[in-house]
């Protein structure tokens, strides 16, 4: 039988260009979609290349796709995503569009792989998180588990590819001393949108709807990885030794111990959420602090989205 036929949509960006290196290493039947502007051109996909087309309604509609991972603005996603949803197709949404909006599924497998499958039941829709939220997630679910979270801080320290492939090249090209790192996301009151979205989306995903949980989030120079300085209150105790025990345990995470510890560097490239510097927090009763760096464009993006689409394939291959 043959395989799915997946359209990317922003294949030409940040995250489609990653998407692309993951489903050609897969062998997925691929193809590219994006806006006018790089429409016509072709770009890499393994060893070969792929013609970049045109994302209009025309196209999405056209109902030759079974499955499309979208990692476009906010705008065109609420555009594209519906038409390309009353074609039949299963799509997974990499832009806000969708996340937070009732009835569609935010979801990170590893927590919460069979809301995914919810879908399949209406729209098959399915959101993918915020890149900071996917590896916060991935650490704070077993700790959930095994002690009851009580409340959670986090501070993030955010690489420039998390703002798109444009902000990439700027880096590139000017001295990190000299790059604008400027915030670029919006005040929603004295937050960010982005500390906003962290916080909503976290709590979504763990389907812990009170949970207090404050964050501040910043850009830093680097180009690939975001890193999170995260501490948790328990309802119990766990010592330093017993949350590491868990997180090691725990899927898609990797915990490093001392002199070990994670940096975007190590984190960049690789599929793992990189976890270290556990250690019991004095502040706060039951507490303890930890630190995390991922590839915000491989698991913070492009690969939790292929994730989840390979949940949704197995799940209409099983019907
Ligand atoms: N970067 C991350 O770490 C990250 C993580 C999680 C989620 N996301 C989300 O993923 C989405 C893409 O982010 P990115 O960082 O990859 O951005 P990006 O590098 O700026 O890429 C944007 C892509 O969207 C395409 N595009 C723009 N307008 C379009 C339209 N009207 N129709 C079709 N295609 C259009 C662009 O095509 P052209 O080349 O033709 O302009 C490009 O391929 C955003 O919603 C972002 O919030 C990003």
Redesign the pocket.
């Known amino acids: 039988m043959a395989g799915p036929r997946i359209g990317v949509?922003?294949?030409?960006?940040?995250?489609?260009t990653v998407t692309l290196q993951l489903l050609a290493e897969r062998g997925y039947e691929t193809r590219a979609?994006?806006?006018a502007?790089?429409a016509g051109s072709r770009i890499p996909f393994g060893d070969d290349e792929i013609l970049v087309e045109e994302?209009t309604p025309e196209a999405i509609a056209a109902g030759d796709v079974d499955l499309f991972l979208f990692?476009?603005?906010?705008g065109?996603?609420r555009e594209?995503v519906p038409i390309a949803s009353a074609a039949g197709a299963i799509c997974v949404d990499?832009?806000?569009a969708y996340r937070l909006v009732d009835g569609y599924p935010l979801v990170v497998p590893e927590v919460n792989a069979a809301r995914a499958l919810e879908s399949l039941e209406r729209d098959r829709i399915v959101a993918?998180p915020?890149?900071c939220t996917i590896p916060l997630t991935c650490v704070l679910q077993p700790l959930h588990e095994a002690a009851t979270l009580r409340r959670v801080h986090v501070a993030t320290y955010q690489s420039v590819?998390?703002a798109?492939?444009?902000r990439m090249e700027q880096l590139r090209a000017e001295p990190s001393g000299e790059h604008n790192l400027a915030m670029d996301w919006t005040w929603e009151g004295p937050d960010s949108d982005e500390e906003a979205k962290l916080r909503a989306e976290t709590r979504k995903i763990l389907e812990l709807p009170d949970l207090p949980i404050s964050a501040t989030c910043v850009r830093v120079p680097v180009l690939v990885g975001h890193s999170e300085a995260i501490w948790v209150e328990l309802e119990e105790s766990l010592s330093a030794a017993e949350a590491t025990e868990i997180l090691e345990e725990a899927p898609s995470v990797r915990v490093l111990r001392l002199p070990e510890f994670p940096t975007p560097r190590d984190a960049a490239g690789g599929d793992e959420v990189l976890v270290g510097r556990i250690r019991e927090d004095e502040a706060a009763p039951n507490g303890l602090a930890l630190f995390l760096s991922c590839d915000?464009?491989r698991k913070?993006?492009a690969l939790n989205a292929i994730q989840i689409a390979e949940v949704l394939l197995a799940g209409v291959a099983a019907a």
């Open positions: 949509v922003g294949a030409t960006g940040a995250v489609g979609f994006a806006s502007r790089s994302a990692s476009v603005g906010t065109a996603s594209l990499k832009s806000s993918n915020n890149c590819s998390g798109g492939a444009q915000n464009l913070g993006a």
